[in-house]
């Protein structure tokens, strides 16, 4: 109506592409099997349950804003200085007020794409300009066009290893090679939300460069490995300056005290979680296997989901899985993201799958 019409909102977010989540369940005589958001098939640890139900009854108290036996816990799980820890409603949350703390309007960011389709909407809410470097041929980041694409404008780049949706990693050597070309005022955001998937030995390690440059943040979130999706917490590991920016740009009160307690917790119980780690990535190689076996070509994953390139089929092969109870997370006109769940659900996967190849032979 009239009353609205005269509000004006910022030029930016007309040119802000939408956040599309993953699909749900929806009500189905098909056992439903949600493969579409990388989430944990596991339920929280007891523990985990445990520690959230003693804090419970405080809900009407604010949580600590520092974070502080978390940040400690973080520090040193990491061997770093506490004063280089700080915690986000998820690492999504903490990408944005990286972004946020380093970008002037007109900006730069740099990232690979496909990736993590928050990175351009960050970017653009901050009045920077999204920089989309494409993957390679096969789906792994071009840190050589990555380094290319850097200008002075140019103040953040964004690392997703394993890549979000294509699960590829980025090598050890290859970054190293990257960050020689990088001006040493441009931030390396290395974003590891499924760090702990990754099994190859050449794999790059956020912690390892965060250690030799000054201008690399590492990103880490419990939402993956960890299976606290619904809590939101995720943090930076940042050079002390950085981290105190971002504190200084994080929303007051942003982290939940249950969301501390379940996240101290579950590192707390680091053999129970690798244990899990460990299935879903037997899960994953038996997944891709599989694929394989079907006469699929696809990248290798290190991460908890798989790629399928499904091109201009995309959405006929999301309704292909979709009667069979499989909810996975379809690209444009480019392909498929699905996620490791349960055993069943990745059979589920697998039968539909072997009937989306022979949509898209
Ligand atoms: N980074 C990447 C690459 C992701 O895929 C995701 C979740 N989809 C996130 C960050 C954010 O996760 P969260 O906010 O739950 O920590």
């Avoid at 036996?69 to 690492?91: D, H, I, K, N, Y």
């Avoid at 590829?168 to 005022?185: C, I, K, R, W, Y």
């Avoid at 794999?203 to 690399?216: H, K, L, Q, S, T």
Wanted: net charge negative.
């Amino acid at each position: 109506d009239s009353a609205q019409s005269a509000v004006t909102l910022r030029a930016a977010l007309r040119s802000l592409p939408p956040y599309k989540p993953g699909k749900s369940a929806a009500a189905s005589d098909v056992v439903q099997y949600k493969l579409s958001s990388n989430e944990n098939p596991y339920p929280p640890l007891p523990s985990v349950l445990d520690a959230v139900n003693q804090v419970s009854p405080e809900m009407n108290l604010y949580p600590d804003m520092t974070c502080q036996a978390v940040t400690q816990a973080v520090a040193q799980r990491w061997g770093v200085e506490p004063s280089s820890v700080s915690f986000g409603s998820g690492s999504v949350e903490v990408a944005s007020q990286i972004i946020r703390a380093v970008c002037e309007e007109g900006d730069e960011v740099v990232f690979a794409w496909r990736s993590f389709e928050a990175y351009p909407i960050l970017a653009g809410l901050a009045g920077a300009t999204a920089v989309k470097v494409p993957l390679d041929e096969n789906e792994r980041h071009d840190l050589p066009a990555m380094a290319a694409a850097i200008t002075e404008r140019t103040k953040v780049v964004l690392v997703c290893t394993p890549n979000n949706p294509t699960g590829t990693s980025v090598g050890t050597d290859e970054l190293h090679e990257f960050m020689a070309q990088v001006p040493s005022n441009v931030l390396v955001v290395v974003d590891e939300a499924y760090v702990h998937f990754n099994v190859d030995p050449d794999a790059a390690r956020g912690i390892d460069f965060f250690r030799e440059y000054p201008n690399v943040v590492v990103l880490h979130t419990f939402s993956k490995a960890y299976g606290l999706a619904g809590l939101r917490i995720g943090y930076a590991i940042a050079p002390a300056h950085v981290s105190a920016a971002l504190r200084a740009v994080a929303i007051p009160f942003g982290v939940t005290n249950l969301a501390q307690q379940a996240a101290l917790a579950s590192l707390a119980a680091e053999s129970e979680i690798e244990e899990r780690i460990t299935a879903l990535v037997e899960q994953r190689d038996h997944v891709h296997r599989g694929l394989a076996e079907q006469g699929w070509d696809v990248p290798e994953s290190q991460a908890n989901f798989v790629w399928l390139r499904t091109g201009a089929k995309t959405q006929e092969a999301e309704e292909i899985f979709s009667r069979h109870g499989v909810i996975v997370r379809a690209f444009g006109d480019e392909g498929i993201r699905v996620s490791i769940g349960s055993p069943a659900g990745n059979q589920a996967f697998l039968v539909a799958a072997q009937e989306v190849l022979d949509l898209v032979r």
